[in-house]
């Protein structure tokens, strides 16, 4: 009876959640269907964002995230194999680790950026820049891409490792001939969650990346991205509503973009994953 009862209560929060998530996007394909065209994603921003395209948003949008994945992808893999394999997880230095990061995972946006501004806009001299910017989204995004990794790695049995070290492989080999492409899964999902919060992200951008809706000339210029876009549209630009949605809009389709090409590459590199 107890099972029944939680199959019915998990079926209808699943419905409830999809019914919500085409809610939101129905609302938003809906409206911008209606005053969306192609000039719109070849113009610059002009009067506020109430007309002219995103067109150096995109482009700032695109720089951070590629910047925030070349940072976060090395750093989190090693850290999520040597976690998973090389430390003992009784250890005090691994639980210490993983206490660190599940903090870090809870921590609010806002503090990352005022942790950011401080660190890299003033300390290291960078000033705003779409690199101070990829910085402090690599250290949000790196607590959820280290534990989803983790997790996949953990899932390995410890005796192929052992095998390929008894056949004489290396580390290196046995990683990314064997492991890694088994833990492509893990991975891509981990890409998927921490992009996607690094794509969402406001707060933490404001305080470093900046607010000037130009055309960045190089990763040491000041940029918008498409949330803060979104976020002043609809915040503190009066009429500017329409354009939010727009923009909503634009940076649906960038993560639907960006998460599939992750997928594509992945697989492209490592394989399938389900090769042993």
């Known amino acids: 009876m107890m099972n029944r009862i939680g199959k019915v209560l998990s079926w209808l929060s699943g419905i409830l959640v999809v019914m919500i998530l085409f809610s939101i996007l129905g609302d938003i394909v809906g409206v911008s269907f209606k005053y969306i065209d192609i000039n719109y994603f070849l113009e610059s921003s002009m009067s506020a964002g109430r007309k002219g395209g995103v067109y150096p948003i995109i482009v700032s949008t695109v720089v951070i995230t590629a910047l925030t994945v070349v940072f976060t992808v090395p750093l989190g893999l090693l850290v999520a194999i040597y976690l998973s394999k090389h430390f003992p997880k009784q250890s005090a230095f691994s639980g210490y680790v993983r206490s660190m990061v599940h903090v870090l995972s809870g921590v609010p946006s806002i503090v990352f950026g005022l942790f950011g501004n401080a660190l890299f ?156």
């Open 121 to 276: 806009c003033v300390y290291f001299g960078m000033g705003f820049s779409l690199f101070s910017g990829a910085l402090t989204l690599s250290c949000m995004a790196l607590p959820l891409f280290i534990s989803s990794v983790e997790k996949g790695i953990s899932s390995i049995p410890n005796s192929i490792l052992q095998t390929t070290k008894s056949l004489g492989l290396s580390l290196y080999t046995t990683y990314r001939s064997i492991l890694i492409p088994i833990s492509i899964p893990s991975i891509i999902a981990g890409l998927v969650l921490s992009i996607g919060r690094a794509l969402a992200e406001t707060a933490a951008l404001i305080f470093t990346s900046g607010y000037v809706d130009r055309l960045p000339e190089s990763i040491w210029d000041s940029g918008r991205t498409l949330s803060v876009h979104i976020y002043d549209l609809a915040m503190n630009v009066p009429g500017g509503d329409i354009g939010a949605y727009k923009s909503s809009f634009v940076l649906i389709l960038l993560i639907l973009f960006i998460n599939s090409s992750f997928s594509i590459f992945a697989k492209a590199v490592f394989g399938k994953g389900n090769t042993v």
